[in-house]
Structures are given as structure tokens and as C-alpha cells.
């Protein structure tokens, strides 16, 4: 199993430039997350998605897009890129374990906005 | 809103001394969980607890509950530079929630 990959690894864009950030897991877990991570800041949750065909806003969603296209794959948009998101975003999916969900987290995507 | 508070935000040890870090939720937190971030690598699950005053251990790691499921903490016996990262906990607030509360993570450096 490879778990939960990302795409791509590192990405540089100008401010105003979109792109679109691939998530897959291989676990057949049904709940999927997007964070971003700050220096000083921790994981901030940016969107969730419970099951296939749900998704909802976390902690800071403003100027990102998810789809969640079907039970492996959910994707993170930027539709404008802007200098405040230059972070660190990590993909995750859970599994259930004594009735409460535990995270498993992709390698990472660095992203810079110039 | 809720949140989970970590102390400190870093720490630095020399090798073989013990390393704690300490969470504490604003409300009850129905599990805590910790993960392990090494540097340029990404969180990975360590353990989960969920009873009241439940303590685990894992080998040279130590995890508590508190008995009111408002705070924890990660103790970590002579430390070695392979214990090098960030420790972060996290809780849900209730069962079904679906996402979990991160702490901020401390920082843990260890010098040999």
C-alpha cells in the first residue's frame, strides 16, 4: 500500500496563478482532510470530507476550492494564488479506531507564492 | 471557539536528559491522540487515549489523560537524537465529531 500520496511535491506560482493540488489514499478510508502548516501556527484544517459526495469548511477554507471526486481521491484548489498561502499542505485520511478517527497524513506539497 | 494549547512551543535537551510536553484543551475532550512530526517529513500517529486518567507507555514514551479529559501529556526517558520533532496532540470534542483539534506542537531538539 503506498497510503496517502501527493502531487506535486514542491510547486511555485506567481500571485494570481491557479493550480490544483491531487490527494489519493489507497486505504479505503472514508474521511479525507486538507491542512495547512505555518511555522508557529500547527495544522490548520482547511476542508473535510466526511464521505464520498461531502465536503466541509474547517478552520481557514477562504480562497480554496476541494473536490472530492470519488472515495480515493480529493483535490485542493487555488483558484488565485496569493503570497498567504505560501505554506506546506498535507492531504489526510482517517480510519476508525476505538470509535474515534485517527489520521494519516501524505508526504506534503511546499508551495510558494511569489 | 475550542482549542487545544501545547506547552512550551520548543524545547532543547542534551541527549540523555528527559523531555515532557504538556496539552490542554479548553473543553472535554472525548480522546487525545499524539503525533510525531521528524523535520521535512510530515505527522504520524503515535498513540490515542481515551479513558479518564489512562495512562500508556511506548517504550521511553509516557502518555497520560487527565482525569477530567482536559489535558494530557507526553514524557519522553532520556531522550536521543532520534526523539527529534514536533509533538503534536490532538482530541475530538465529541465521538461524532468527524475532525480532529490540533495543539500548535512543541518543538523537541536534542543536542548530543
Known amino acids: 500500500n503506498a497510503g496517502v500520496t501527493q502531487t506535486p511535491k514542491f510547486q511555485v506560482l506567481k500571485t494570481g496563478q491557479s493550480m490544483t493540488l491531487q490527494c489519493a489514499q489507497d486505504?479505503?478510508?472514508?474521511?479525507m482532510y486538507w491542512y495547512r502548516q505555518d511555522p508557529g501556527m500547527g495544522l490548520r484544517l482547511i476542508y473535510y470530507s466526511a464521505s464520498e459526495g461531502t465536503t466541509d469548511k474547517g478552520e481557514v477554507p477562504n480562497g480554496y476550492n476541494v473536490s472530492r471526486l470519488n472515495k480515493r481521491e480529493f483535490s485542493l484548489r487555488l483558484e488565485s494564488a496569493a503570497p498567504s498561502q505560501t505554506s506546506v499542505y498535507f492531504c489526510?485520511?482517517?480510519?476508525?479506531?476505538?470509535?474515534?478517527?485517527?489520521?494519516?497524513f501524505g508526504p506534503g506539497t511546499r508551495l510558494t507564492v511569489l | 471557539g475550542q482549542q487545544v494549547m501545547q506547552i512550551p512551543q520548543y524545547q532543547h535537551v542534551q541527549e540523555g536528559e528527559d523531555f515532557t510536553t504538556y496539552c490542554n484543551s479548553s473543553?472535554?475532550?472525548?480522546?487525545i491522540q499524539w503525533y510525531k512530526q521528524r523535520p521535512g517529513g510530515h505527522p504520524v500517529f503515535l498513540i490515542q487515549?481515551?479513558?479518564?486518567?489512562e495512562v500508556k507507555k511506548q517504550k521511553r514514551l509516557t502518555f497520560q489523560f487527565g482525569e477530567a479529559k482536559k489535558n494530557s501529556s507526553l514524557h519522553i526517558t532520556a531522550t536521543q537524537t532520534t526523539d527529534v520533532g514536533t509533538y503534536f496532540c490532538?482530541?475530538?470534542?465529541?465521538?461524532?465529531?468527524?475532525?480532529?483539534?490540533f495543539g500548535k506542537g512543541t518543538t523537541l531538539s536534542v543536542s548530543s
Open positions: 490532538a482530541g475530538h470534542v465529541n465521538q461524532a465529531g468527524t475532525a480532529l483539534i
Open positions: 487515549l481515551v479513558k479518564s486518567g
Open positions: 489526510a485520511s482517517s480510519e476508525l479506531r476505538d470509535s474515534y478517527t485517527l489520521e494519516y
Open positions: 486505504m479505503n478510508h472514508n474521511s
Open positions: 473543553t472535554t475532550l472525548s480522546n
